[in-house]
């Protein structure tokens, strides 16, 4: 299952919908060798998975996972730096979104962070942040929603890094064949000091699923003070 992440050098690996159960946590455990953090849904919606590879240097602080099996939040250090890492997976309807980013705010103000903490929050946010550029064919809509995850951002000092780096690109994470429509449903949310830190931050295929996977390369040099100075997260749906 997690052959394409282990060839792409992934370091950190965010997953959502991941119909995992408790049956098949030994047999995927045997597949990666490293950490795995997960939130069990239900057999065929829902999940979210963290995987952390072995050879990086990550040390758990907390862990904070959500009932509905929507979100994992994860506070760590890594490379001797504090982070917070959130990877979440949001519903479908826009009244349920709302809900939905309003206890994310909640559970991210309910965490004391150090003044340096980094926080990168990934996932299928299933929003639209601008129709013209992060839209094509449908009827794309910046839903209500949006206005809460603005919100995260502003309480939180994020960014779009991906948007940062392009801001005139179209480019899509969804696509339907038929009729074609593609949209930018998943993001990297970090926080707006990390902006030198990342190396790069792309959109690649994924294996056998009609979204990308986002990639963000970071370059730890500076805050490391052993181990790779580069680290990869890689967020697939």
């Not at 045997?30 to 849904?41: A, N, T």
């Not at 970090?190 to 970071?218: C, F, R, T, Y």
């Amino acid at each position: 299952m997690f052959g394409w992440l282990i060839k792409d050098r992934a370091d950190i690996c965010f997953l959502q919908e991941s119909y995992s159960t408790p049956e098949v946590e030994k047999i995927w455990k045997s597949q990666w060798k490293g950490e795995m953090f997960f939130l069990h849904g239900m057999e065929h919606s829902r999940g979210v998975l963290i995987l952390i590879k072995n050879s990086l240097q990550f040390e758990l602080k907390t862990i904070k996972v959500d009932k509905n099996g929507r979100f994992i939040i994860l506070e760590a250090n890594v490379q001797d730096h504090p982070f917070l890492f959130v990877n979440l997976y949001t519903p479908n309807k826009t009244n349920e979104q709302s809900t939905f980013f309003d206890k994310i705010r909640e559970e991210l103000d309910n965490f004391c962070l150090a003044d340096d903490c980094n926080s990168v929050i990934g996932g299928h946010f299933i929003v639209i942040f601008d129709p013209d550029l992060d839209g094509n064919g449908g009827n794309p809509k910046r839903k209500e929603s949006v206005k809460c995850i603005e919100n995260i951002c502003l309480a939180n000092d994020l960014i779009d890094i991906w948007r940062i780096r392009n801001p005139n690109v179209k480019r899509f994470t969804w696509r339907q064949k038929t009729p074609v429509i593609q949209w930018r449903l998943d993001f990297w949310l970090v926080s707006n000091g990390m902006q030198e830190d990342i190396d790069n931050v792309d959109v690649i295929p994924s294996l056998k699923s009609d979204h990308s996977a986002i990639v963000l390369s970071i370059n730890g040099t500076e805050i490391r003070s052993c181990g790779p100075s580069f680290w990869k997260l890689i967020q697939a749906c």
